[in-house]
T-cell receptor, first 109, second 113 residues
Framework: SQQGEEDPQALSIQEGENATMNCSYK?????LQWYRQNSGRGLVHLIL?????REKHSGRLRVTLDTSKKSSSLLITASRAADTASYFC?????????FGTGTKLQVIP | DGGITQSPKYLFRKEGQNVTLSCEQN?????MYWYRQDPGQGLRLIYY???????QKGDIAEGYSVSREKKESFPLTVTSAQKNPTAFYLC????????????FGEGSRLTVL
């Protein structure tokens, strides 16, 4: 079962622009994670935000969490061609992490 | 360097054959996981194991089997009972913590001919 749903499914932007992708989930959470997947590769962990946090930054990444709306957003600022990848949100804990369907981001040089 | 190694990267199988995908980690993680990914979709959990000699079914365990005889190793067998086995398979591991941050291998792509 998919806990998260990302929106949009696909996003195409010019290099230097900001990219925003959203994640909605169904049940209460302790934390939410974002992962990146380059084509044909494994996933790489980007950032984790706990349920008692509203915003978190890591380099060019900014994640927000609204537990009242059961939603999160990932903002990538000043995008680069190397940011082209699929991005997934994930919820759950040690025993079971459930992934959303992903947003496919294309950054055009 | 510490990490997760999956092999083979590409595998072709005839219908009716069982195949085993290897997953080895040297991160000293307690938990290991197998996910399946179909084109344009998210990941679905097949099996997970939190400790040696113990494992639990995930959301789509039918047609798959696993073993966890060593902490470092969590092989996945795709049996002939799996009706649609062509997919990208990802192995992951995590520490015994509440966050569930996963570390992934590079994946194995299985194609049934």
């Amino acid at each position: 079962s998919q806990q998260g749903e990302e929106d949009p499914q696909a996003l195409s932007i010019q290099e230097g622009e900001n990219a925003t992708m959203n994640c909605s989930y169904k049940t209460s959470i302790n934390n939410l994670q974002w992962y990146r997947q380059n084509s044909g590769r494994g996933l790489v962990h980007l950032i984790l935000i706990r349920s008692n946090e509203r915003e978190k930054h890591s380099g060019r990444l900014r994640v927000t969490l609204d537990t009242s709306k059961k939603s999160s957003s990932l903002l990538i600022t000043a995008s680069r061609a190397a940011d082209t990848a699929s991005y997934f949100c994930a919820t759950g804990g040690y025993q079971k992490v459930t992934f959303g369907t992903g947003t496919k981001l294309q950054v055009i040089p | 360097d510490g990490g997760i190694t999956q092999s083979p990267k590409y595998l072709f199988r005839k219908e009716g054959q069982n195949v085993t995908l290897s997953c080895e980690q040297n991160l000293n993680h307690d938990a290991m996981y197998w996910y399946r990914q179909d084109p344009g979709q998210g990941l679905r959990l097949i099996y997970y194991s939190q400790i040696v000699n113990d494992f639990q079914k995930g959301d789509i365990a039918e047609g798959y089997s696993v073993s966890r005889e060593k902490k470092e190793s969590f092989p996945l067998t795709v049996t002939s009972a799996q009706k649609n086995p062509t997919a990208f398979y990802l192995c992951a591991s995590s520490r015994a913590s509440d966050t569930g941050e996963l570390f992934f291998g590079e994946g194995s792509r299985l194609t049934v001919l």
